[in-house]
T-cell receptor
């Protein structure tokens, strides 16, 4: 069935560097993808909606200059955490709407970011 | 007040027990209701999907939605140790944006 992949699954970086996370829909096209952030033992918080061919839509309180989103193609969205700091350490998960038309989504396996 | 409330648990039950998980919500515009299962350090996996009120059954899982009470439930029959995970309820108004509950950590003890 349809699958969403993420790369890398785990990344450690130094404070001040930038990290790019990729989200791919493997056998279906996704004009929209979503990026979530999840802290330990907490729920998923929607960060932004990634739109192919146009700017991403950010949720209130999410810094768009900090979290750069690019939806380069119908199967790829990227999230770049710029000038990362330890407080950016988290589990980042992307999702894409199911092609079936039902209003639900396939989720990627997540990327664990640790900023030292 | 959060849009979606879910008891984070943890909830621990013996193998074979019936598990009841639930969420309440405040936004009457929600029309789509989902339950996701999330294992540690993995992405959520869709378990059940329901549109509007009613019941839906899939194997050992039953989802119930009561829009009049703004209350949804997930029942797991004959629970297995492999069911141990965090269960997240999620809802949407139909614009694809999901609002999640906090998640309930469930442990099934052999």
């Amino acid at each position: 069935g349809a699958v969403v992949s993420q790369h890398p699954s785990w990344v450690i970086c130094k404070s001040g560097t930038s990290v790019k996370i990729e989200c791919r829909s493997l056998d279906f096209q996704a004009t929209t993808m979503f990026w979530y952030r999840q802290f330990p033992k907490q729920s998923l918080m929607l960060m932004a909606t990634s739109n192919e061919g146009s700017k991403a839509t950010y949720e209130q309180g999410v810094e768009k200059d900090k979290f750069l989103i690019n939806h380069a193609s119908l199967t790829l969205s990227t999230l770049t955490v710029t000038s990362a700091h330890p407080e950016d350490s988290s589990f980042y998960i992307c999702s894409a709407p199911r092609p079936s038309g039902k209003d639900t989504q396939y989720f990627g396996p997540g990327t664990r970011l640790t900023v030292l | 007040q959060k849009e979606v409330e879910q008891d984070p648990g943890p909830l621990s039950v013996p193998e074979g027990a019936i598990v009841s998980l639930n969420c309440t919500y405040s936004n009457s515009a929600f029309q789509y209701f989902m339950w996701y299962r999330q294992y540690s350090r993995k992405g959520p996996e869709l378990l059940m999907y329901t549109y509007s009120s009613g019941n839906k059954e899939d194997g050992r899982f039953t989802a119930q939605v009561d829009k009049s009470s703004k209350y949804i439930s997930l029942f797991i029959r004959d629970s297995q140790p492999s069911d141990s995970a965090t269960y997240l309820c999620a809802m949407s108004q139909g614009a694809q944006k999901l609002v999640f509950g906090q998640g309930t950590r469930l442990t099934i003890n052999p």
